[in-house]
């Protein structure tokens, strides 16, 4: 039997900080390991798999599709692409009218900045502290993480404290092209917005020219426990970018505008965006998350594992802050030996910063597994 981890090894320009732990097959919400031992997945590909690991009609979906066309350049028409183009607008707010498809969520982010900067004329990008919306240099400078190394970036970005209406009052200026929030910040420790602060920020995007573009990679899809968390905060954003949850493990990203966004014709572009393969599989996906109601599945299991955690009251547990299926608990202490010992119980689990054990099961998820989950977590939390 080949030693894969070793394989990755020797091969690898690694860029991830590794776990001893070799994955080779998933269903639902569970994964399984190159010795045939189970863990309950509450990382779901980060975010990815909300439909659950190999998904029935999702694979059904890239099957078909892969026998008729894998390919096709967006210089042409394409049936499966205009269906999705479609689907999304249905199901994101009602002026957000006009697609552009992409592969990522960084590449989301990479194009709402272009469009911005295109549509407005202006330079400079506001985006929020602990905030995180991808790691290519532009995506980078609208991030406030992991640009250290790898300064200067791209000028003209400012960053703002989550939920100081008087920092963004400033911040957004005459020469502010756009202001790029998450919602929920899920790298930066799962840290809701207020509604207060969402709103007026709506107000003064518009007041001021500025676009408001809200970042529902990771929240979006039910995950939040509405569709999209934009729902739950009655606002309506001038781009929306989406990816993660979309393909239903499939790469793919969008970036949804309304028509205060000017064409971009010519300006920008992506080789394999909006591909047919991604689009049948995105289809599926968004299809299985309505029909199945994921959303509301997410917003009663959501409050359920909270209860479920809270009740430990485990001496650890500094605070935990939830919205929906997306869950962070954040401890007095540095989380990486806690999730190493999580694993060893037979849950896989995130970090959202040094101290932030972050859940993000597929919406699928049953009950009885999150209840394993938190007994797990209790045997954890309540060793020291």
Not at 30 to 46: F, K, L, M, P, S
Not at 51 to 76: D, M, S, W, Y
Not at 87 to 108: D, M, Q, Y
Request: charge should be negative; glycine fraction near 10%; include cysteine.
């Amino acid at each position: 039997m080949a030693d894969f981890m070793k394989l990755e090894q020797q091969f690898a320009f690694e860029v991830y900080p590794k776990r001893e732990l070799v994955l080779t097959r998933g269903e639902g919400a569970a994964v399984w390991d190159d010795r045939g031992n189970e863990y309950i997945d509450c990382t779901a590909g980060i975010g990815v798999a909300s439909v659950g690991h190999a998904n029935p009609a999702v694979a059904e979906a890239i099957e078909k599709q892969a026998r008729v066309l894998v390919t096709c350049p967006g210089i042409f028409y394409n049936d499966v692409r205009a269906a999705l183009m479609a689907k999304l607008a249905e199901i994101t707010p009602p002026n957000l009218n006009r697609v552009f498809l992409c592969n990522s969520g960084t590449e989301a982010t990479e194009a709402a900045i272009k469009f911005a900067r295109w549509s407005t004329g202006r330079q400079k990008i506001v985006s929020l502290m602990r905030g995180f919306h991808g790691r290519t240099l532009g995506a980078l400078s609208a991030t406030f993480k992991y640009r250290d190394e790898f300064e200067p970036l791209i000028p003209g970005h400012g960053f703002v404290p989550l939920n100081d209406v008087e920092k963004l009052d400033q911040a957004l200026d005459e020469d502010t092209a756009c202001l790029i929030l998450e919602l929920v910040q899920g790298e930066g420790g799962v840290r809701p917005a207020q509604i207060e602060y969402v709103r007026r920020a709506r107000e003064l995007c518009t007041e001021r020219g500025v676009l408001l573009v809200i970042d529902e990679i990771q929240t979006g899809f039910g995950r939040c426990g509405a569709m999209f968390a934009c729902e739950l905060y009655g606002v309506q954003p001038d781009m929306m970018t989406l990816a993660k949850a979309l393909g239903g493990g499939v790469p793919i990203g969008a970036v949804m505008c309304s028509d205060t966004i000017r064409s971009a014709a010519g300006k920008h572009g992506s080789t394999f965006g909006g591909n047919p393969l991604a689009c049948a599989a995105a289809i599926a996906a968004v299809r299985y998350i309505e029909e199945h109601d994921l959303a509301g599945s997410a917003r009663e299991n959501g409050a359920y594992f909270r209860e479920l955690i809270e009740r430990s009251q485990s001496s650890v547990i500094r605070e935990v802050r939830q919205s929906g299926l997306m869950i962070g608990i954040e401890l007095k202490q540095r989380v990486k030996p806690y999730l190493i010992e999580l694993m060893a119980e037979g849950v896989l689990a995130l970090p959202a910063g040094p101290t932030v054990i972050r859940l993000l099961p597929p919406l699928t998820i049953p009950r009885d597994r999150i209840e394993c989950v938190a007994a797990a977590l209790g045997r954890v939390l309540g060793e020291r």
